[in-house]
């Protein structure tokens, strides 16, 4: 049940969705193109602010510097302040990046960047409100597990991708968050060392498994756990396995068939790729040309060939290699985890990229050989990987399509559509106009539901173009 303040300023959010008019005026960034820079501030019970953040580098000197775009409800309109400097001869961090906007006592709004906060300040030990959503049953539930106050390597939910849930039984589940961290003094054969903190529903309470040797490889006695672990994503499978993914490493998997001991498992990636320092710590796109996700019951890793990191880490010299080397065929490949042989990735399926480009669903959209982006495998279709599809590398226009695995051409097709508010030129004069932008974050799989509309792109059966997609069909976003 919601407090009354909760249902007063879930009222002012929705006014402000339906009510506020477009930002206009010329930014440095586009008006939430950023959805977490931007809060709600409720000043009375008819008034409330909605202000934007942006930091930037200053042009002259070092520094940063921010600028606020604020609506004031009272007055309708949207005001700017510019140049704003951090009082008390602070500064804002180099690389700033907002995670979380909150609001508190009616007159603060505060913007968070956890990584700076890290790195400026001292840890303090953040007790943080959890919840558990239920869905099943005849009326869905919320729980609020109990504050989890002990000191820790890592304050809890300091990484918002590595907390994970797991349902056990129909009326038992566990939370647990994952930190990686290396030993004081890198000796002996596992220099990482792993924490989990977990909650038990049956127990009703919080407990921690500290300084766990990170663990290695089945069969790779040489291999190492990786030193700049970070995880990217968190899965559940089989009622047993939390599944921890870091796209540049692997998958660290917990098996909580005992959950007062779980055993870990280290799985790295397939293939062999190795990824530079630099690009394990700056993380661009990690997902954007591979995926895990869980399918027919067995977990599974998809990768599309690609040079993106080498490209934007390597400059010139990797420019020279490509010209001088031959270019491999660039295809996409599917893996299934084995979980009953010692945690082996097995070859599933493997499709070329030109033949893709050559079939008529692709020859269709009358767009040069692109690469698709952020790949998903179908939730009830092993053989099926849903991707997005640009015309230009981040730019353009934008179609989600769906890749038989099998026959390796595109199943379907639809318009990727999420129009936001854009500058462009037009006879020397700057013009709003939309344009369709992708968030550039993974994409989730998941059945449409039968009560929702169906998309009204066109869908390629066979190689043959029909005007409205099959009852049957079924698509992973």
Request: overall charge neutral; proline content about 7%; aromatic content about 12%.
């Amino acid at each position: 049940m919601l407090e009354p303040a909760d249902e007063e300023l879930q009222t002012a959010e929705a006014e402000s969705l339906r009510g506020l008019p477009p930002f206009a005026e010329y930014s440095r960034r586009l008006f939430l193109t950023d959805d977490l820079t931007t809060g709600i501030l409720q000043l009375a019970e008819d008034h409330y602010i909605v202000a934007d953040l942006n930091v930037y580098p200053k042009r002259k000197g070092n520094g940063m510097r921010a600028v606020l775009r604020v609506f004031n409800s009272e007055t309708g309109k949207w005001k700017i302040i510019p140049k704003l400097d951090p009082g008390n001869g602070g500064q804002f961090p180099e690389l700033w990046s907002t995670d979380n906007v909150l609001a508190f006592d009616g007159c603060f709004l505060c913007w968070v960047d956890y990584f700076a906060v890290s790195c400026y300040t001292r840890y303090v030990n953040i007790a943080s409100d959890l919840f558990v959503y239920t869905a099943a049953g005849p009326s869905p539930s919320v729980q609020q597990l109990p504050r989890y106050t002990k000191d820790r390597k890592r304050p809890f939910l300091m990484d918002k991708f590595a907390t994970g849930i797991l349902q056990l039984a129909p009326d038992c589940y566990i939370v647990a968050d994952l930190n990686v961290y290396p030993k004081k003094s890198d000796t002996g054969n596992h220099p990482m060392l792993v924490e989990l903190c977990i909650f038990n529903s049956e127990k009703g309470q919080w407990g921690t498994i500290c300084n766990r040797p990170a663990p290695r490889p089945h069969d790779q006695s040489n291999v190492r756990f990786p030193f700049l672990w970070s995880t990217d994503d968190v899965l559940a499978l089989d009622g047993r396995f939390l599944c921890w993914v870091d796209y540049f490493s692997g998958v660290l998997i917990s098996d909580f068939s005992d959950t007062c001991s779980p055993v870990l498992h280290f799985v790295p990636f397939p293939g062999g790729k190795e990824y530079r320092n630099d690009v394990r710590v700056e993380r661009y796109f990690p997902e954007r040309f591979q995926s895990v996700s869980v399918s027919q019951g067995m977990l599974r890793f998809v990768h599309i060939d690609n040079d993106f990191h080498e490209r934007i880490h390597g400059g010139h010299r990797h420019l020279l290699e490509r010209r001088l080397g031959q270019h491999p065929r660039q295809k996409i490949t599917i893996w299934n985890l084995n979980m009953m042989s010692k945690f082996k990735w097995e070859l599933h399926r493997v499709i070329y990229l030109d033949s893709v480009w050559g079939s008529s669903g692709y020859q269709e959209l009358h767009i040069p050989c692109r690469l698709p982006e952020f790949p998903i495998i179908s939730a009830d279709d092993p053989d099926v990987v849903c991707c997005l599809l640009r015309e230009e590398e981040f730019h353009g226009e934008a179609w989600m399509i769906m890749v038989d695995m099998k026959q390796a051409h595109v199943q379907s097709c639809t318009p990727y559509i999420n129009q936001q508010s854009c500058y462009a030129k037009s006879v020397d004069v700057d013009v709003q106009a939309r344009k369709s932008r992708f968030a550039n974050v993974p994409l989730l799989p998941a059945v449409f539901s039968r009560h929702l509309e169906r998309p009204t792109g066109m869908l390629w059966n066979n190689d043959k173009l029909a005007p409205h997609p099959s009852k049957k069909s079924k698509f992973a976003r």
